[in-house]
């Protein structure tokens, strides 16, 4: 039965090859874009997901009150974590990370690069997170100072084929050169990682330095705020409860003992935030995230308005030509043929040309996947959609093009009556052409909203891209300092480059004004605190 269904579904296809080509091409297209937007919205929801205990996970994020308005920033106190493990029930474990230290330059021998992917973690960095430490102990990796673990790209700059475990690295950071030991070599982070890296280096680094340089030991003091620290519920644990606990243990702490402050004069408040709600804020907290979930989901609306305006316009081809498919239907009913039989043979031929167009799409998406990643700006994108998933996807959109395409089509054409399509005088009832209008009208309405929802984002991106900026930016050129001693001949450097033609004008800064935060201040160098445009909050 199915085989004649398919023979009778070729011989149509083919008898029609402007139906065939029309229906093709509009589902191809279809397949393709939706396909390519929800391979987009499904690798930005995978976010940190590949954590074995991704969703006992959770990241601490403080909320500060000493300007006019709350400010709120992932960057928490270093003995928060210890803390935490030793007052909170809920809690099993936590980890402080120091993320992208700061630039660094490295050398090894005669090779010395600048390295700006560097972060410094706890040992329980390898006990909450699933980032594989290939070589090395994840117990004592990072449990002293000056002990580093490489990815195996890093290790091979400076190490070339030669086993790295053990060796030295000279490693500058805060303008102070110190000697590093390599004890392990950490697998790549995926890309669907918020925790991005190069190199790990122990946090006891950074304890160290601050001892060292300033005489403090910041393990214990509550005021400065620099790590990330990320808790590890126990399995029974929930997170909203959790929040309130933590909360309330870190001002009960602030406002008890000898050194009990106010709790009105406490400026700070701490919060947790599932690990799986970084990236995207999906839960409407008030730390900014890296993308919008609000904003996948249009995209995921748009992949299915644009695969239902390729289903509408099967549809619409498809009844249009109900005259000519009515003998049909009316010859195969009057020699006895069911129903049922005539729509297994209509749906037979939507999913073959379904199939067929999932075919051509899988090639369009091939072609278009590099541009599709320079377009999202996303270069994993490419991979991403090489993978086998996607093929799923692929066959999961033809799937439901061709029963959502093909069921109102059938439906139709086995509803002619054999007597009146045999007389000519069947003309498809006006029910159907109603159907039909209206199958017209959201197939217009769906595209118009379409083009209304992109001229909004090209006068958006527009408005960014055109906006004055209240300087030339093709005009100004900016040349980092890197080191000590580049920072300390900086006004040195400052007189030269004034001195060339086509300078107009020259000016040292701490940083561009990209990277300031809730944290920094602004104001001339020499300035009090207090002219600082951007007081310091934390």
């Known amino acids: 039965m199915f085989q004649s269904y398919v023979a009778a579904a070729i011989r149509s ?22 396909v390519l937007i929800l391979t987009y919205v499904s690798h930005e ?140 070599i950490i697998g790549d982070a995926p890309s669907t990682s918020h925790i991005q890296y190069d190199a790990v280096m122990s946090y006891a680094t950074y304890l160290q330095y601050q001892i060292d340089t300033n005489g403090t030991d910041i393990s214990q003091l509550w005021t400065m705020t620099n790590p990330t620290t990320y808790v590890l519920m126990h399995r029974e644990a929930d997170w909203r409860a959790l929040d309130r606990t933590v909360t309330e243990a870190v001002l009960n702490l602030a406002t008890t003992g000898p050194d009990a402050q106010d709790p009105d004069d406490v400026w700070y408040r701490y919060h947790v935030q599932p690990l799986t709600d970084v990236h995207l804020g999906a839960l409407g907290l008030p730390i900014e995230a890296p993308a919008s979930a609000r904003t996948l989901s249009i995209f995921a609306l748009i992949a299915l308005l644009i695969l239902l305006i390729a289903c509408v316009n099967y549809m619409n081809l498809a009844t249009a030509r109900a005259t000519q498919r009515a003998r049909e239907v009316g010859v195969r009913k009057a020699i006895g043929a069911h129903r049922r039989q005539l729509i297994g043979q209509f749906m037979t031929e939507a999913l073959l040309l379904s199939l067929a167009a999932a075919a051509v799409a899988v090639l369009l998406i091939k072609t278009a996947a590099p541009l599709f990643a320079t377009l999202t700006g996303n ?93 030339d930016s093709e005009q100004v050129v900016a040349i980092p300092l890197r080191g000590s001693d580049a ?48 007081r310091r909050v934390v």
């Not at 493990?85 to 490295?106: C, K, M, Q, Y």
């Not at 972060?119 to 699933?130: G, I, N, Q």
């Not at 001949?489 to 990277?515: F, N, Q, T, W, Y």
């Open 379 to 471: 270069a994993e994108m490419v991979a991403a959609l090489a993978r086998p998933g996607t093929l799923l996807l692929v066959a999961g959109a033809a799937l439901v093009a061709g029963l959502v395409a093909g069921i109102y089509p059938a439906l139709m054409l086995t509803s002619f009556r054999p007597a009146a399509v045999l007389r000519g005088t069947s003309r498809g009832g006006t029910g159907h052409a109603k159907v039909r209008r209206g199958l017209v009208v959201l197939q217009f309405a769906t595209g118009i909203a379409l083009i209304i929802t992109t001229l909004a984002v090209n006068q958006q991106l527009q408005f960014v891209t055109s906006t004055n900026l209240g300087f």
């Open 487 to 534: 920072t300390a001949d900086g006004p040195l450097l400052k007189s030269e480059i004034a001195r060339l033609p086509g300078v107009v004008s020259v000016a040292l800064g701490g940083a561009l004004p990209d990277r300031i935060t809730s944290g920094n201040g602004v104001g001339v160098v020499g300035a009090p605190d207090e002219e600082m445009t951007i």
């Open 45 to 184: 929801r995978s976010y940190d997901q590949f954590h074995e205990d991704a969703d006992r996970i959770a990241r601490v994020y403080i909320q500060t009150t000493l300007g006019a308005a709350p400010r709120y920033s992932e960057h928490s106190a270093s003995p928060l974590a210890d803390f935490l493990v030793d007052t909170v029930p809920e809690i099993e474990d936590a980890a402080r990370v120091l993320g992208s230290v700061n630039t660094s330059l490295v050398k090894h021998n005669d090779v010395a690069n600048y390295e700006e992917n560097i972060v410094a973690a706890d040992p329980a960095f390898f006990r909450l997170f699933d980032f594989e430490l290939v070589r090395g102990n994840t117990e004592t990796a990072l449990a002293t100072p000056y002990t580093v673990v490489l990815t195996p790209g890093f290790a091979a700059r400076y190490f070339g084929s030669d086993d790295p475990i053990g060796k030295t690295l000279d490693m500058e950071f805060w303008g102070r050169p110190f000697e590093f030991t390599v004890t392990g």
């Open 13 to 34: 296809l083919k008898k029609n090859p402007g139906f065939t080509l029309l229906n093709g091409i509009g589902l191809a297209l279809g397949i393709t874009c939706s």
